[in-house]
T-cell receptor
Framework: KAGVTQTPRYLIKTRGQQVTLSCSPISGHRSVSWYQQTPGQGLQFLFEYFSETQRNKGNFPGRFSGRQFSNSRSEMNVSTLELGDSALYLC????????????FGPGTRLLVL | GQQVMQIPQYQHVQEGEDFTTYCNSSTTLSNIQWYKQRPGGHPVFLIQLVKSGEVKKQKRLTFQFGEAKKNSSLHITATQTTDVGTYFCADLDYNQGGKLIFGQGTELSVKP
């Protein structure tokens, strides 16, 4: 069974630009969560999607948004990029909401210049 | 909001020594999960603890959940160089679906 895939793996953007990251969950998994990982703040929850609906949201500004498609694939978008948005963005999938095991993808490393 | 504190932040050990990382919360934890992240990698699920006082073992790794469900620990016996990485605890609040609240992690380095 293929694992969680994320594209692109690396990305360089400049301040003010926007970016879209993609996540394909494990086949059969319906829940996708997104996390931001930085050296200073650690792993922080962004949002969770299930059945194409955002079910939960972390404490991030409205510049961070996402969506989920009918095949459970998910995208997250960050608009008006700031230097502080440089981070590793991880998505994790699970079969259902609140399932025991969340499987993380390799992440997208975003650098904002 | 809820916070999960993890100590120590860094731990350097000689190969063969034991290692322990601690996870604490001021509020009752719902379910503790432990993850390992190798350098340059992504978090990989290790185990979940649900019950008060629960103890689980995976080879040289021993996981404990406190009686009051406010703390947890991961102990590695006789560390090996393959144990290098950052170990995270995270609280999975079922009331909030798949939301994991992570501790800051303990970075383990093992000197051969």
């Amino acid at each position: 069974k293929a694992g969680v895939t994320q594209t692109p793996r690396y990305l360089i953007k400049t301040r003010g630009q926007q970016v879209t990251l993609s996540c394909s969950p494990i086949s059969g998994h319906r829940s996708v969560s997104w996390y931001q990982q930085t050296p200073g703040q650690g792993l922080q929850f962004l949002f969770e999607y299930f059945s194409e609906t955002q079910r939960n949201k972390g404490n991030f500004p409205g510049r961070f948004s996402g969506r989920q498609f009918s095949n459970s694939r998910s995208e997250m978008n960050v608009s008006t990029l700031e230097l502080g948005d440089s981070a590793l963005y991880l998505c994790a999938s699970s079969r259902d909401r609140g399932q025991e095991t969340q499987y993380f993808g390799p992440g997208t490393r975003l650098l904002v210049l | 909001g809820q916070q999960v504190m993890q100590i120590p932040q860094y731990q350097h050990v000689q190969e063969g020594e034991d290692f322990t990382t601690y996870c604490n919360s001021s509020t009752t934890l719902s379910n503790i999960q432990w993850y390992k992240q190798r350098p340059g990698g992504h978090p990989v699920f290790l185990i979940q603890l649900v019950k008060s006082g629960e103890v689980k073992k995976q080879k040289r790794l021993t996981f404990q959940f406190g009686e009051a469900k406010k703390n947890s620990s991961l102990h590695i016996t006789a560390t090996q160089t393959t144990d290098v990485g950052t170990y995270f605890c995270a609280d999975l609040d079922y009331n909030q679906g798949g939301k994991l609240i992570f501790g800051q992690g303990t970075e383990l380095s093992v000197k051969p």
